[in-house]
């Protein structure tokens, strides 16, 4: 028993550290959730009427006090209205992470694939989407297209693409290393400050990046154009060198939150065929594009 004891008393020791090391690691990844959704104006929102009543408290201002206390309730409801599209969001990734599980990026000659591919799609004006998941569980997406479990080459990923193909309209994710499933559906996006100048492709991509930590390649079908979306964020135009050392610091990263100035380009017109979601295409001025995350 005595061993026990011991164990006992190590325990009492690092037992402070040990809980503070838990609650800063949950406070980390809960802001890591909240800084890439529009829920973080909820959170600075909260912060000022926080601040105002505790100003009010220390000052002993006590009609403020009470008018704060007594909007308290209605506030919290017309807060979960308003942010509800945003809570939801926050709440899916919440439960979708594997915080855990290592990120499952595909290696340098499979990344070199898929750029070439790219880079031939884009010379033959076909559009393409590539999602590279990160440590979001992107199951339900993969569930709406066709499971391929294929090896990466950029030879199946321009085939997979091809015009009249039954795949070539849907995204297609790679995981693990291997080409998962293609023909997938993405959600478009849900910001309301989104122009006429992309078209569904660029929508449905920013729209996996709103809800989700993936990375998802572009090609555009009207001009050619290479994009990155991640973060919530479109960057615009790059050059195949931008978008694989892009591709290699992200994924290597993994839950990477770096900041890039998008690249202007001319804008992406409409895109041609048909669509991801069967209608008609919309688009954003790709100059001066930068959504907030």
């Not at 959704?37 to 002993?60: E, I």
């Not at 960057?235 to 770096?258: A, H, M, N």
Request: charged share 20%.
């Amino acid at each position: 028993m005595e061993w026990l004891q011991r164990l006992q008393i190590i325990y009492n020791q690092i037992r402070p550290i040990l809980d503070v090391a838990i609650l800063a690691f949950l406070l980390y990844k809960a802001y890591e959730l909240l800084a890439k959704t529009q829920a973080m104006q909820l959170v600075k929102g909260a912060g000022l009427l926080g601040l105002v009543y505790g100003v009010a408290f220390l000052f002993k201002l006590t009609t403020l006090q009470w008018i704060l206390a007594a909007l308290g309730p209605a506030m919290a409801v017309a807060i979960a209205i308003v942010f509800q599209p945003e809570l939801r969001k926050l709440f899916m990734r919440l439960g979708q992470g594997d915080f855990f599980r290592p990120n499952s990026k595909p290696r340098i000659g499979q990344l070199e694939a898929v750029i070439t591919a790219a880079e031939i799609l884009s010379r033959q004006r076909r559009g393409a989407l590539v999602v590279f998941p990160r440590r979001v569980n992107l199951r339900s997406i993969i569930e709406t297209g066709t499971r391929l479990n294929a090896e990466i080459s950029s030879s199946l990923i321009v085939t997979v693409f091809e015009f009249d193909t039954p795949l070539h309209d849907g995204a297609m994710i790679i995981q693990h290393g291997r080409i998962v499933a293609a023909g997938c559906f993405l959600p478009l996006s849900e910001q309301q400050d989104i122009r006429k100048n992309f078209g569904t492709r660029h929508r449905a991509s920013l729209g996996m990046s709103e809800q989700s930590d993936a990375v998802i390649l572009v090609v555009s079908e009207e001009t050619g154009a290479l994009s990155l979306a991640y973060d919530a964020k479109l960057y615009y135009d790059l050059s195949p060198f931008e978008i694989g050392r892009k591709l290699r610091e992200i994924l290597d990263r993994g839950l990477r939150s770096e900041q890039a100035e998008p690249q202007n380009g001319p804008p992406d017109a409409s895109e041609s065929g048909p669509s991801l979601d069967g209608q008609g295409l919309s688009s954003l001025d790709a100059a001066s594009f930068h959504a907030s995350s």
